[in-house]
């Protein structure tokens, strides 16, 4: 600063107030191009590369046999279900499950 003037008027004379004030309207213009050039990078390369991805993957899921051991798996899921429903029904805790509920039911119908 020159001599015998306080610092903050130094700096006030010293400024460039347009170009200070240029620079909140510089950062708007910096988030509205990364905006833009993220939906633009969203939108170009899922649909420029997801088609050969999913080519890829299909080509994946016939070499592996995926549909086959999935069918397998689910057969093998519903026959073990089927196996333990049967047992669980068969079982004397389901009985007393059954009798109850039909307890709570007649209770609940004559109260309500």
Same mark, same amino acid.
């Given at each position: 600063?020159?001599?015998?003037?306080?610092?903050?008027?130094?700096?006030?004379? $010293? %400024?460039?107030?347009?170009?200070?004030? +240029?620079?909140? !309207? =510089?950062?708007?213009?910096?988030?509205?191009?990364?905006?833009?050039?993220? !939906?633009?990078? *969203?939108?170009?390369?899922?649909?420029?590369? !997801?088609?050969?991805?999913?080519? *890829?993957? &299909? &080509?994946?899921?016939?070499?592996?046999?995926? &549909? +086959?051991?999935?069918?397998? %798996?689910?057969? *093998?899921?519903? *026959?073990?279900?089927?196996? =333990?429903?049967?047992? =669980?029904? +068969?079982? $004397?805790? #389901?009985?007393?499950?059954? +009798?109850?509920?039909?307890?709570?039911?007649? #209770?609940?119908?004559?109260?309500?």
């Amino acid at each position: 600063p020159p001599q015998g003037q306080p610092v903050s008027q130094a700096l006030r004379q $010293t %400024v460039k107030w347009q170009a200070l004030s +240029e620079l909140p !309207l =510089a950062a708007a213009y910096a988030f509205v191009a990364l905006v833009f050039m993220a !939906l633009f990078v *969203s939108v170009h390369f899922p649909s420029k590369y !997801l088609p050969i991805a999913m080519d *890829s993957a &299909k &080509k994946k899921l016939v070499e592996w046999q995926v &549909k +086959e051991k999935a069918a397998l %798996v689910l057969e *093998s899921a519903r *026959s073990g279900v089927a196996s =333990a429903y049967q047992h =669980a029904v +068969e079982s $004397t805790y #389901h009985a007393k499950a059954v +009798e109850y509920v039909d307890a709570a039911r007649r #209770h609940a119908s004559v109260a309500y």
